[in-house]
């Protein structure tokens, strides 16, 4: 029973090349979420998935791009990566009202 | 504008006292309420939640109290034992269905 899975686990990028992280949960969750975690900052929501087929915003969205490819995956696109965009990235899948599974993050760094 | 509110950074409690972990929200619609656990290096994981129709919920050390009319809620836990340093996080799930983070308590039990 493996939950959320996403990879890679450490990426290291340059300013200005593309990347897409990878997640998939086996939960049949229909909700998915992309967070990031900065010092002090706590766990920021970049998307939000409700259901296949339908993404949405959350509150720090500029920069990356969502795909809902099914219900099992949920991939978050860096198009042109930036310094300001090193972080630990979270996925996160769950039935609202109930608790989240997330997975163990990736940690991302832009040079 | 943070709709979750956790305004202190860090509480160190001797082990076996009470921990109380705070947290503020801004919109009394939002009508469930989660806390989370983090070790570093891993995701967070879920440890206990509230809905808005009760003002308490208990878990073994672990207890919720919810002040709705203070847009309030906190985290009990009793005794405290060093196995419970780690970031605490308080969430909301609003009412599109998007869950929300304060910025987290670090919580150090000393032996």
């Known amino acids: 029973n493996a939950g959320v899975t996403q990879t890679p686990k450490f990426q290291v990028l340059k300013t200005g090349q593309s990347m897409t992280l990878q997640c998939a949960q086996d939960?049949?969750?229909?909700?998915m979420y992309w967070y990031r975690q900065d010092p002090g900052m706590g766990l920021r929501l970049i998307y939000y998935s409700a259901s296949e087929g339908t993404t949405d915003k959350g509150e720090v969205p500029n920069g990356y791009n969502v795909s809902r490819l099914n219900k099992r995956e949920f991939s978050l696109r860096l198009e042109s990566a930036a310094p300001s965009q090193t972080s630990v990235y979270f996925c996160?899948?769950?039935?609202?009202?109930?608790?989240?599974?997330f997975g163990n993050g990736t940690r991302l760094t832009v040079t | 504008d943070q709709q979750v509110k956790q305004n202190s950074p860090s509480l160190s409690v001797q082990e076996g006292r009470i921990s109380i972990l705070n947290c503020d929200y801004t919109?009394?619609?939002?009508?469930?309420f989660l806390w989370y656990k983090k070790y570093p290096a891993e995701g967070p994981t879920f440890l206990i939640s509230?809905?808005?129709?009760?003002d308490k919920n208990e878990d073994g050390r672990f207890t919720v109290f919810l002040n709705k009319s203070a847009k309030h809620l906190s985290l009990h836990i009793v005794p405290s034992q060093p196995g419970d340093s780690a970031v605490y996080f308080c969430?909301?799930?609003?009412?599109?269905?998007?869950?929300?983070f304060g910025q987290g308590t670090e919580l150090s039990v000393k032996p």
């Open positions: 509230i809905s808005s129709i009760k």
């Open positions: 996160a899948s769950s039935d609202p009202p109930h608790g989240t599974h």
């Open positions: 939960m049949n969750h229909n909700s």
């Open positions: 969430a909301v799930y609003n009412q599109g269905g998007k869950l929300i």
């Open positions: 919109n009394s619609m939002f009508d469930y």
